[in-house]
Structure formats: structure tokens, C-alpha cells
């Protein structure tokens, strides 16, 4: 099994980026699908974006498509979520997951192991 820390959560006005970080320990990294998803108060947790293991294909939630980059490094074994022209609505708890199968996967259920969460918080 793996476990996953994220880190990079902040306060950032609209318009700011962030950089979110994903550090994975324990199993073979590499073999593991990797996932962002965040939840918004009093809203469901949503797909953000995944990368296969290869970091050579990824998938995004529309409503990022274009301002959210996702990227992992194999040999530090982290992944991380690249965030830029952020809004109010982006503001979530951003949680870092990962999935032993090799397919990209843009439902929270098919995610094995799960970090507590990072804040984002975007102030207009």
C-alpha cells in the first residue's frame, strides 16, 4: 500500500496560483494512478484531475481545463497539481489520491488510498 501527504495550501487572491504537492511513501510509486479532488463546504467531492503512470496522459475536470496542470516525479515520488488563474469557486479541501490500476480514473471510488487534504482558499 502507499500513503500520500499533500502540502501547498494557502490563502491566494483570484487570479494567484499555487502549487500543491503530493508526497507518496511506502509501495512502488510508479505503479500507482494518481488523482486530485477537492470539496468545497456543503458540497461534494469532486474529480479534479488524474495522471497515468507514466506522467504521459492526464485527464481534468472541465471547470479546470486550461489553469490546472497535474505532473508527478517518479524518482521523488510525489505528484503535483500546478493551479493558476484561481477563483473563489476553486476554493476546497484539495486531497491527493492513488489507484493501483493503470487506467485513469475520474470517480473518487475507484481510488484506493487517500491524504487528509490540503485548504485552498481563493479571496476575491
Known amino acids: 500500500q502507499v500513503q500520500v501527504v499533500e502540502s501547498g495550501g494557502g490563502l491566494v487572491l483570484t487570479g494567484g496560483s499555487l502549487r500543491l504537492s503530493c508526497a507518496a511513501s511506502?509501495?512502488?510509486?510508479?505503479?500507482?494512478?494518481m488523482g486530485w479532488f477537492r470539496q468545497a463546504p456543503g458540497k461534494e467531492r469532486e474529480f479534479v484531475a488524474t495522471?497515468?503512470?507514466?506522467?504521459?496522459?492526464?485527464t481534468y475536470a472541465d471547470s479546470v481545463k486550461g489553469r490546472f496542470t497535474i505532473s508527478r516525479d517518479n524518482a521523488k515520488n510525489t505528484v503535483y497539481l500546478q493551479m493558476s488563474s484561481l477563483k473563489p469557486e476553486d476554493t476546497a479541501v484539495y486531497y491527493c489520491?492513488?489507484?493501483?490500476?493503470?487506467?485513469?480514473?475520474?470517480?473518487?471510488?475507484?481510488?484506493?488510498?487517500w491524504g487528509r487534504g490540503t485548504q485552498v482558499t481563493v479571496s476575491s
Open positions: 495522471i497515468n503512470r507514466s506522467g504521459g496522459s492526464t
Open positions: 489520491a492513488a489507484r493501483r490500476s493503470g487506467t485513469l480514473a475520474t470517480t473518487d471510488l475507484l481510488y484506493d488510498y
Open positions: 511506502g509501495d512502488f510509486f510508479v505503479m500507482y494512478t
